[in-house]
């Protein structure tokens, strides 16, 4: 059967667009812009603890893992719901990611996080998680049952407006080495604990204070933890870990990990930053909503 001119015209639009969209991906996949490892850079000065010193800082220069469960305590009970920037920066397979910087609304109760990444945004320019929401009830993996909604970055977003996704699924592995619902002050805590506690028992960890500095404008402790690391697959997650933690707020404003003592650029493990933290923010539903970002 003879094809018309109508038909012809319609496949060759089909092929253009395929071949847009596929020039569209491999600009995004190929255009990411690495950056160098940033360091909170303000120097650091070890402090003498002062006469008035309050509970939570004479724990952080003389117990750190103390203070740490303190911070985690204190976190629980305030249930805090906030706004802030998140820069992140990890190692993946061995290969040093580009930083990724995001807007973030966070709130406790229910657990939910929209994250719109402003910088190197990879597959997904928005993604939002909420605890019990989205549920693929039918996976075999119970580990693949947790959804988040992505909503396409860059141009891709015109084409498709949201998709659902597994927060533990293969491509959440392949863009972070922790799941979405691992967000936010006091699940970091939690990691941190488990392992120091861990570290302790087995008679292998090292925690001290450093001193005191400034990250992002704020006065803040800096703590630094040692651990046995053997590689990815070993017992324990990094080797060092420096921790910045907010005077004002007792929470953990930053955490660079290392694969090594001498925390080189090319030994990191993971950088995690929380800047521009706005607390007690005004978040209803609608905030992690889809609907309300046109996915």
Not at 109 to 135: C, K, Q, T
Not at 210 to 224: M, Y
Request: hydrophobic fraction near 40%; charged fraction near 25%; charge should be neutral.
């Amino acid at each position: 059967m003879p094809i018309d001119r109508k038909t012809k015209t319609m496949r060759r639009v089909q092929i253009g667009f395929i071949m847009l969209l596929a020039v569209v991906l491999y600009v995004q996949l190929t255009s990411e812009d690495p950056k160098p490892v940033i360091n909170a850079g303000a120097p650091v000065v070890f402090a003498a603890a002062p006469e008035t010193a309050d509970p939570f800082e004479t724990a952080v220069r003389n117990n750190p893992l103390r203070a740490l469960e303190m911070a985690r305590d204190r976190l629980a009970r305030l249930q805090p719901t906030y706004t802030c920037t998140f820069v992140k920066q990890e190692s993946i397979d061995g290969q040093i990611s580009a930083e990724q910087e995001s807007d973030v609304k966070f709130r406790s109760e229910p657990f939910s996080v929209m994250m719109h990444f402003r910088r190197n945004a990879g597959l997904a320019g928005r993604v939002i998680y909420v605890e019990d929401r989205w549920v693929d009830g039918d996976a075999e993996d119970p580990a693949l049952r947790d959804l988040a909604v992505c909503q396409p970055a860059g141009g891709l977003s015109y084409l498709v407006k949201s998709v659902k996704q597994p927060i533990r699924g293969k491509l959440a592995q392949k863009t972070s080495r922790r799941s979405i619902d691992q967000f936010g002050f006091e699940n970091s805590l939690d990691l941190l604990i488990k392992y120091s506690r861990k570290a302790e028992a087995d008679g292998v960890l090292g925690m001290e204070f450093v001193g005191v500095t400034r990250f992002d404008g704020r006065d803040v402790w800096l703590i630094r933890r040692t651990l046995p690391y053997t590689g990815p697959n070993g017992a324990y997650p990094d080797r060092i870990a420096d921790l910045y933690i907010d005077q004002e707020h007792k929470v953990l404003l930053a955490v660079y990990t290392y694969s090594g003592d001498e925390r080189a650029p090319e030994q990191l493990l993971g950088k995690y930053e929380y800047r521009n933290i706005r607390f007690n923010a005004d978040l209803t539903d609608k905030d992690f909503d889809p609907a309300t970002y046109g996915m």
